[in-house]
């Protein structure tokens, strides 16, 4: 479970810098249900999956795709949707 926050964590800060350009932390808890939602498409997907008689192994491959712009598209428009007060901010801490 540690091994799980520490990664989530490390992936608010990568994504939100490398890919939304933002250094705001208290978008945190955004972050975290964004990865709920994620995890919950996965584990019902697999499930699904499974009731068809696809191992579950395959069934993550086929999620994995679907399930990373799902990712994306949530922590575009609930995460790291920047007004541009936010820009400004951003601006200022990195200056």
Known sequence: MLGTIGGILF????????VFKSHNN???FRFFAVYGVVYLFN?????????????????GAILVLPAAAIGYLLNKKFV???TPIDI????????
């Open 11 to 18: 992936n608010f800060k990568s994504v939100g810098v490398i």
């Open 26 to 28: 208290a978008l945190i």
């Open 43 to 59: 584990l019902t997907g697999i499930k699904i999956f499974a009731d068809y008689g696809i191992g579950s192994y395959i069934a």
């Open 80 to 82: 790291f949707n920047r």
């Open 88 to 95: 400004k901010e951003d601006e200022h801490i990195s200056a």
